[in-house]
């Protein structure tokens, strides 16, 4: 490729350069404009260059640029959170309207108007969404909104843009934001004639400081906060759930202290085969009548030699104090195989005698309690937890993350302590 574009002569080079089907990723490219849609949601991470995904759109539409319209669009709405957002990111910033590559004539911008006109009289206006009943009257054949997941009043202002995209053949609407869970932006993905790409703030690092991508990717993935800013996740809780996030959230940790006790925890699935449950494997340990969840080591779909594998890793990586293990399915061979591959390794077998639910409340509560805390991101585990409910998950799934969590605590928190041995962690 390098000695390819080496071999074309300055001019393409310069036009290349200047073209956005050839700079774009997949996921910044629009839908067919003959396809059947109205909205398209672009929907990703910080600094995942959704605002020059809108300006180019913007930009490709008021020229007639075939590739995006099959006409230019005379008219068309800039809906930001402020004004002062409208005209420092989506026009200004460096990534907005007046920071595209030059290709003709500029766009003039009049801020006096809230104006950007181009040269073949193309018009786009700015709003604030603070004030909905400002899209009252105008009309437009396209609009732009950014991040309506920070707008106050976001469904007042949305529905009374809807009603003035009316001119032209197929009015559009696209919408770029972080998602946060609020109702609009559930409305909109539930909507079939929403088309929705998706952005990751890595998708974009080549175009990032490298401070940015190691202090705040490095220092959120996996968050909570980090799926949702940095991987453009739409992270939810289910109500009825024995777990919030917020909870969690507010008791992790980067690094645990020094833990006196630590255990592995199994929960073995009662049967292998492509049909089988995951296998959990999580390790807990607990300083005074504080856990910490240290690491979830699950395996999907693995035969008894590959999760007792996976385990006894775990359990000599951290140094451990011996591996509980659920026996209630296929406990003599459980605790056969992991004695098998290690017979030095202590086992503490434990048998359900109640439903899943009424084994995870207890130790829900002990996360109310600030008293249970993760050490860094766990987010498979995580979404385990927020998504259990009285009837299980919402997919029908085993929770065999949740169980052997909910194992490893009860063994360390909620049941007769063995005397302990100091180590650090």
């Known amino acids: 490729m390098t000695a390819f574009l080496a071999s074309l002569p300055p001019p393409l080079l310069r036009a290349l350069a200047l073209d956005w089907l050839h700079q774009a990723r997949p996921d910044q490219l629009p839908p067919p404009w003959e396809d059947?849609?109205?909205?398209?949601?672009?929907?990703?991470?910080r600094g995942c260059g959704k605002t020059?995904?809108?300006?180019e759109w913007v930009d490709a539409l008021a020229r007639g640029d075939p590739a995006f319209t099959d006409a230019a669009i005379g008219r068309i709405a800039l809906v930001g959170e402020t004004f002062a957002d409208v005209r420092d990111v989506m026009v200004e910033g460096p990534s907005g309207l007046l920071g595209l590559p030059e290709r003709g004539a500029r766009p003039r911008w009049s801020p006096s108007r809230r104006r950007v006109e181009w040269a073949n009289g193309a018009v786009a206006t700015a709003f604030?969404?603070?004030?909905?009943?400002?899209?009252?009257?105008?009309?437009f054949g396209a609009a732009w909104s950014d991040e309506i997941a920070k707008w106050r009043r976001p469904e007042a202002t949305f529905d009374m843009l809807q009603f003035g995209l009316r001119l032209g053949a197929r009015p559009r609407n696209l919408v770029t934001t972080t998602p946060r869970p609020i109702p609009l932006i559930r409305r909109l993905i539930a909507d079939p004639r929403t088309v929705v790409t998706q952005a990751r703030t890595a998708d974009n690092a080549q175009n990032l400081a490298p401070a940015f991508l190691e202090a705040v990717v490095g220092r959120y993935a996996g968050t909570r906060l980090g799926r949702q800013e940095l991987d453009g996740e739409l992270i939810d809780d289910r109500p009825d759930a024995l777990w919030t996030r917020d909870i969690i959230e507010a008791t992790r940790v980067a690094a645990a202290p020094e833990l006196p006790r630590i255990v592995v925890a199994v929960d073995p699935p009662a049967s292998s085969g492509r049909s089988a449950d995951a296998c959990g494997i999580v390790a807990v340990g607990a300083l005074g009548d504080t856990a910490y969840v240290l690491a979830d080591a699950t395996l999907a779909r693995a035969g008894p030699q590959a999760?007792?594998?996976a385990a006894l890793a775990l359990y000599h990586r951290l140094g451990a104090d011996g591996l509980v293990?659920?026996?209630n399915q296929g406990g003599e061979m459980a605790t056969a195989v992991l004695a098998q591959c290690d017979p030095a390794v202590p086992v503490t077998p434990v048998?359900?005698?109640?439903?899943?639910?009424?084994?995870?409340?207890?130790?829900?509560?002990?996360?109310?309690?600030?008293r249970v805390r993760h050490v860094g991101a766990l987010p498979a585990l995580e979404?385990?937890?927020?998504d259990?409910?009285?009837?299980?998950?919402?997919?029908?799934?085993?929770?065999?993350?949740?169980d052997a969590l909910v194992w490893a605590v009860t063994h360390l928190l909620l049941a007769p302590r063995a005397e302990p041995r100091i180590r650090s962690f």
């Open 307 to 309: 999760w007792a594998n």
């Open 383 to 386: 979404d385990e937890l927020c």
């Open 351 to 370: 048998r359900a005698t109640r439903g899943k639910y009424l084994r995870a409340e207890p130790v829900s509560l002990l996360y109310a309690q600030g």
């Open 52 to 55: 020059r995904t809108g300006a």
């Open 388 to 402: 259990f409910g009285p009837d299980g998950l919402s997919s029908g799934a085993s929770p065999d993350r949740l």
């Open 36 to 45: 059947d849609w109205t909205t398209w949601a672009v929907i990703g991470g």
């Open 325 to 327: 293990v659920e026996v």
């Open 128 to 139: 604030s969404a603070e004030e909905p009943d400002s899209l009252r009257g105008p009309q």
